[in-house]
């Protein structure tokens, strides 16, 4: 699950010092693999979309399960919007602007305002005074420690699997990107595009309803939108906070490390890494976002000293993930419920 070496701040900056240029090459956008990712990405999508609009009066379970699978594609369909927001899916800025506002209608996420907000988190990632943005939020053993009863049981509510990986992403997609949420100053006009872009795809959304019956319309866009939050909360869960990630006040942040320790290899079979854009390949795309997602793969395979630092994870091994519960500054690591009770059992009875 973990790498060999133990690494250290120094070991990743030592054998790391060249990275900037290791990335360099790969930081081309393609216009035909991005044209080609374009079509298999959007193709099966509304593929699938029709097959689950005519199953629902034929079987919901079989709708559902449609959905399920959509969900992948739709993953798919927003890292290429992701990667619009990066500028580094097409060379020109303007045809990242528009293909990545044309994916904000399947994914139904704002482009503009996402995209700045998790560049906020590719600037600030593993810096504990930013965790909550762009960031699902956590606490540390003194933070938690320090909370009344009822504070901790809204925290120990707030991580428990089904809340932060089923309610939590039905949250955040329905309301906590229909408001400005976030901001910074001089981001008046970004509020003022993530409103646009809400009231438009709010727009399509009637118009389709009306168009195809709201039932029907509801129960396949419904059911997608909700698989795709489950999945892609669990990706972002896992590439950061797994067992020994990186987190540091800004005075002791380091950006390479951040991005090394900080961020997952997700180990997963072909396929997979195709239905998720290959963003299990977490590490190098936090070393330079500006490598578009089909060169992650190859940048991983022809440079292997990016591997030997990073935390690889399979699927399976993922899976005790959901018990990472605090940061334990002390150990650098991430601890479970039962392993803080137990830490301060035996605290008490030692004092």
């Not at 449609?66 to 290429?80: K, S």
């Amino acid at each position: 699950m973990h790498s060999s070496v133990t690494p250290t701040v120094d070991d990743i900056n030592q054998h790391l010092r060249n990275w900037k240029a290791i990335v360099a090459k790969y930081q081309k956008a393609n216009s035909a693999r991005a044209i080609g990712q374009i079509f298999t990405s959007f193709g099966p999508f509304v593929a699938l979309w029709i097959a689950m609009y005519f199953s629902v009066d034929y079987s919901l379970w079989l709708t559902f399960a449609l959905g399920a699978l959509n969900a992948f594609f739709l993953v798919r369909i927003f890292i290429i919007q992701h990667d619009c927001g990066h500028y580094s899916f097409f060379q020109k800025r303007r045809v990242n602007d528009a293909i990545g506002f044309v994916c904000s209608f399947f994914s139904s996420i704002p482009y503009t305002y996402w995209a700045r907000v998790h560049s906020f988190h590719h600037g600030h990632t593993g810096q504990l005074e930013h965790r909550d943005i762009g960031d699902i939020d956590f606490l540390t053993v003194e933070e938690y420690r320090a909370l009344s009863k009822w504070g901790r049981f809204k925290y120990r509510l707030f991580r428990s699997p089904i809340v932060l990986f089923v309610v939590v992403p039905v949250i955040y997609l329905g309301v906590m990107l229909r408001i400005p949420s976030i901001t910074f100053e001089g981001w008046t006009p970004i509020h003022r595009k993530q409103h646009l872009n809400n009231l438009l795809i709010a727009a399509v959304y009637v118009g389709l309803g009306f168009l195809l019956g709201w039932k029907a319309f509801l129960i396949v866009q419904g059911s997608i939108i909700f698989f795709f939050g489950i999945i892609a909360f669990w990706f972002f869960y896992v590439q950061h906070q797994h067992e020994h990630t990186y987190m540091q006040w800004t005075k002791n942040w380091d950006y390479l490390t951040a991005a090394i320790r900080g961020a997952t290899f997700y180990k997963l079979p072909r396929f997979l890494h195709f239905l998720t854009g290959n963003i299990g390949y977490h590490h190098i795309h936090h070393l330079s976002s500006r490598i578009p997602n089909y060169n992650l793969r190859r940048c991983a395979r022809e440079n292997p000293v990016l591997q030997k630092y990073v935390t690889k994870i399979s699927f399976f091994q993922s899976l005790p993930m959901m018990f990472n519960k605090l940061w334990d500054e002390e150990k650098q690591r991430m601890i479970s419920f039962r392993e803080f009770y137990r830490s301060e059992t035996s605290g008490t009875r030692m004092a």
